[in-house]
T-cell receptor, first 113, second 117 residues
Framework: QQQVKQSPQSLIVQKGGISIINCAYENTAFDYFPWYQQFPGKGPALLIAIRPDVSEKKEGRFTISFNKSAKQFSLHIMDSQPGDSATYFCAASLNSGNTPLVFGKGTRLSVIA | DTGVSQNPRHKITKRGQNVTFRCDPISEHNRLYWYRQTLGQGPEFLTYFQNEAQLEKSRLLSDRFSAERPKGSFSTLEIQRTEQGDSAMYLC???????????????FGSGTRLTVV
């Protein structure tokens, strides 16, 4: 049973556009929701994270929106750039991130000029 | 110490052979995690350590897999009697854990890509 469901599997966005990736979780005890970015041949790198006591968190061009009642959270990349082309993973964990992260299956983002 | 180091980067082995991977975490990180990633999938948790204590093992970790973290520093992941289904990227990550509201996330290494032929 997949605990974190991510969509879409792949996404193509024009340069300057908004990229939106969605995740849904099942375990209501999850209390830490990070997004990771992975380039080919590299390990994932933390991009931004949110806790369920806030509905939105913004860092530069990256924003997480969180809907606790719907058990969903999403990543928005504003003014998408070709350098943002990568695979993005949502994740979730318990106990403020002190239990191992459960990852979604990933979204491959391509930003085209 | 600029990050998490994993060796080797690539390993090709014949089915039935044993392999061992090494992970050197960021020195001040007390937590160390092993994940497995197959093509087109997210990382799947295998096991993790806090200092030298192995705190949790996934059901994915069959008895052919063993991990150690002697003295709470580097860690090794051994796979005995490898099978073709073991072919994957093995990722190591380290973290400081979380205190209160602060969480600095995981720092992943670049992984060891295992191919079993």
């Amino acid at each position: 049973q997949q605990q974190v469901k991510q969509s879409p599997q792949s996404l193509i966005v024009q340069k300057g556009g908004i990229s939106i990736i969605n995740c849904a979780y099942e375990n209501t005890a999850f209390d830490y929701f990070p997004w990771y970015q992975q380039f080919p041949g590299k390990g994932p790198a933390l991009l931004i994270a949110i806790r369920p006591d806030v509905s939105e968190k913004k860092e530069g061009r990256f924003t997480i929106s969180f809907n606790k009642s719907a058990k969903q959270f999403s990543l928005h990349i504003m003014d998408s750039q070709p350098g943002d082309s990568a695979t993005y993973f949502c994740a979730a964990s318990l106990n403020s991130g002190n239990t191992p992260l459960v990852f979604g299956k990933g979204t491959r983002l391509s930003v085209i000029a | 110490d600029t990050g998490v180091s994993q060796n080797p980067r690539h390993k090709i082995t014949k089915r039935g052979q044993n392999v061992t991977f090494r992970c050197d975490p960021i020195s001040e990180h007390n937590r160390l995690y092993w994940y497995r990633q197959t093509l087109g999938q997210g990382p799947e948790f295998l096991t993790y350590f806090q200092n030298e204590a192995q705190l949790e093992k996934s059901r994915l970790l069959s008895d052919r897999f063993s991990a150690e973290r002697p003295k709470g520093s580097f860690s090794t992941l051994e796979i005995q009697r490898t099978e073709q289904g073991d072919s994957a990227m093995y990722l190591c990550a380290s973290s400081l854990g979380s205190t209160g509201y602060l969480n600095y996330g995981y720092t992943f290494g670049s992984g060891t890509r295992l191919t079993v032929v």
